[in-house]
């Protein structure tokens, strides 16, 4: 895999500073690995399961954690290894760290299912007994990762914090890693992140139990497409500056004017961004200031990967240096990385009891910001402020650590999108000045281009699918539509609708839910949802690509028509339906929407998927929607 390059960029907000003046500049430092492709060898993975099993486990959490352990285990190759290791205010090592074959792994299943509750919480404990497991075979060649799984507190054996990041922080440059989840509101969620962050993994909140084992496929897909492990990234520099690296990663300064940064592994395909602070002392015009980025790690077979880039800053007389343009895309990249981290020593404050004093915090941030920093990030944490003014409810106070993790660590937290207005109803987006049709209703995402980046994906697509093409879709909604986003890929996403503010969020994690539930089934690759209509309950597709509803001719025809329109639907074509407007009600809500009667082509095929119709985007006018693929719900606010 690793015959292919890691390539490090170094960006600057501007490569000017004013002279004989103290001064900061930005420094966005991007790697990025090459793709994945059919053939690529990966490396072997030496993995050590820690799972709390204390009595605040019991039931469904501990039924979906049993679920998501034995599909890893089912995920391993015969070169790979793996441990078993329980805690309550025991430690258990139910299963040593053996290679996985056709007489380990049925026993490591077997040591899966007998795991059972029991009592406190020896967090520490039972992690470094993981980790213990995986370094007795620790090696070069090998992924080396212990992911610790926890939905309480650590009150046995280690409990302080910071003794626990600095047993990670060691471990990791050891070459062991550490990965976190934090299953509920009880767990200490600074406790959890920052072992992941000195530990060189990633951290994860499983909102909701029957999350489990979709976030620990995420991160197991993480680890079987590692590029590159044990990565370093150093920045040489004079030594009159002072640089800061935001986001909580693993850094130290090695000596005056050398900064080392540790990433743990990268996967394949995998950009990621860095976000440093330099301040400049105040120094004469015409000074030249170098910076050298490198970066090391361990590839496939021990391979040594190292590579590095240069860059300057020129010390400038003032009119010069304003007269000079500015990288604003990249300051706005920054600004949400920076607006997390500080917003993070808010929350901090807000869980210690000090509302006032956390709202004011972010106020105050808030207020600091520069006038072009998006707005939407502004209002976000303007939201957040009033929250903690009066103290947030638990689920909230997680959501939105979770939330600040990932958007300081530029780890695909939630991106927004800006809705395109007036295209008869679907919903179209601008994604770096591609318009977008979202479409729930199509199991597959095709376009014009057979690639594109979303989401930090480099996604493969058709360009047609059925015989649809962007050109048919273009000319029939009335813009030019250059993808079509299908389940294919939003199975994988939570996204959030909000079509009154004109915008459209996407997350690799579960969003906030809404307050009224729908449970989310899939048919054929495409979701649908039971609904009271017109009180009866009918089966309904979910397609975000359809203005109106629809129901099957019988169910509607006895009512009053109050309209017709003109719509189409692919491999249908334009066609007139009268329209009706039936209640809907939805967890004890009412409302009222307007109705098609499907032609009969479309009505065949709902039929023989077993649905009543179909349900289209007008409902969405009368809430904010989020779609939780991860855990089948469509929540409404």
Known sequence: MNSKTLTITMNLDQELAPAEQTSQRILELVLQTPEATPGDQRLPLNLALVLDHSGSMAGDKLDYVKRAARHVVSLLQENDRAALVVFDQHVN???????????????????????HTGGNTNLGGGWLTGCQEVAARVSSSTINHSLLLTDGLANEGITDPAELAQHARELSQRGVTTSTFGVGVDFNHHLLEDMANQGGGRFYFIESPDSIQHLFETEFKQLLTVFAHELEV????????????????????????????????????????????????????????????????QGENSELIETCCEQSLRLAELAEVQAAPRNETLLNRFAKVELADRAAAALKLEVEGHFGEASDLLKNILASQPLDVDPEIIRHYQHMSDRMAHGMDMYDRKRSHYETYLNKQSRGGVQTFELTPHVKGHIVFNADGHLVLLDTGSPVSFGREIKWQFMERLLRLKQNYLGVTSDYLSQMIGVPIEFLLGMDVLKDLSFHIDMRNGRIEFSNFPLPLGRLHLRLQTRMDVPYTSLLINNHLEKMFVDTSAKLSYLKVEAISSNEA???????????????????????EINGENHSIRFGSLPAVLQKTIELAGMDGILGTELFTHYQVTFNMQQQLLTLE
Do not use: N
């Open 93 to 115: 090592i139910l299963f040593h760290s053996l290679l996985l074959d056709a007489e380990t792994r049925p026993a490591l299943i077997s040591a899966i299912e007998s795991i």
């Open 234 to 297: 150093s920045l040489s520099y004079p030594q009159e500056l002072q640089v800061s690296v935001l986001g909580d990663w693993h850094s130290e300064t090695i000596e005056p004017g050398k900064l080392r940064i540790f990433l743990g592994s990268i996967s394949a395909g995998k950009k990621q961004e860095l976000y440093l602070k330099a301040a400049l002392p105040a120094m004469p015009a015409g000074t030249i200031l170098p910076l050298k980025v490198s970066v090391r790690a």
């Open 562 to 584: 109050v309209d017709t329109e003109t719509d189409f639907y692919p491999l249908v074509g334009s066609f007139e339906t009268k329209v009706y407007r039936l209640p809907i």
